[in-house]
DNA sequence: ATAATACTGAATAGAGTGTTCGATAGCATA
DNA sequence: TATGCTATCGAACACTCTATTCAGTATTAT
């Protein structure tokens, strides 16, 4: 999304977003018109179109920015970490835990909802290039003589089961808790 | 399906799995069309609403055709084990990865196709089952002091994310190997 | 104030869904 | 082989949804 967006344009988009995500929460992602988006968003069907060539690129944009913040926020974080030499090797999880629960642009409502495995696979992928660059996870697999790429995509669904887990259990562990029980389960 | 089935009937049902089948290996499930399926399989439109009440339907049922026999054949499998008292505990997952191998009812087609994800999870409740019943499974969950529910979907997640890397490699590994894999990544 | 541009609302063509029905052909049974 | 039963055909139908168009209106940046 470009700064210097016409406030116009962005208070469409925002809606068109803001509808259609309280539409995912209610019903089937395959359910839901552009009839109801447009109407719930209160804009008009050529709008929609100005903004969205279909359906399918609104999720897709969707899920960019969602979790394009999360994993930005990781990667300064990582930075840091690098800069001041202070080396916890398996805290990014613990931070991607607790930025989770914090809940912005509420990305848990979407991470919960039925049409969760959606979002849930997105989620994944961005995971998987964060575990790539995470070297100091691959001690284990070399001990256990697992290959690379089977390991990374080890943790990358463990990890992700392990949020599906958290929700469905509405949260009620501290995120040091789940973090604890993702690092027994890769047995890190 | 009946045993007691009209041939036009069989042939009709099946005709339509294979289109399917077919079909899904080509293009995206949401984009396949009745028409699509009919003219594939060759029969009038009316016939397909008289086997298939919508799309959904056909999908659930070719789900259940395909992995009611994988599942059964442990089940059968597992009650001889425990009849002639040979226990060896994690040798259900062998048995698994050995018939998938086999490739009965081109399972792996559709495990392997774009649509993998959708038949994947179907697979993983099958398993989710499946595990439930496995109770020397538990013993390293106790251990490391996991939730039953938790360590249930870890263990059938870690497994579906298994066969999942083994397609992908061509099924180049030896079901023994894969099954070593697996059992390393989840320390049993 | 002005020019640019985003939005509206309604109309449109086209694709896909799911149903209907009389006619036809295949099936099981005797 | 003749019988009734039932699955299929194929074409037509109403319906929903998609995606585009365009003239008129409102908002914005400068």
Known sequence: MKKTMDRRQRKSREAIFKAFIALLSEKNVN??????IITRADVGRATF?????TKDFLLKELCEELF?????????NHSHRHIFECDAPDSVFLHLFTHLK??????LELLSCQ???LFLQYFKSGLYRLIESQHQLYKYSEKAKLPTDFWTNHIASTFVETVRWWINEK?????EEINDYFLRAINA
Chains 1, 2 share one sequence.
Do not use: G
């Open 171 to 175: 949260l009620q562990k501290s995120p």
């Open 102 to 107: 914090k809940n912005d642009n509420n990305i």
């Open 31 to 36: 359910k839901i018109t552009v009839e109801d």
């Open 49 to 53: 179109y100005a903004h969205f060539e």
């Open 68 to 76: 394009c913040h999360i994993f930005d926020s990781v990667d300064n």
């Open 115 to 117: 049409n969760n495995d």
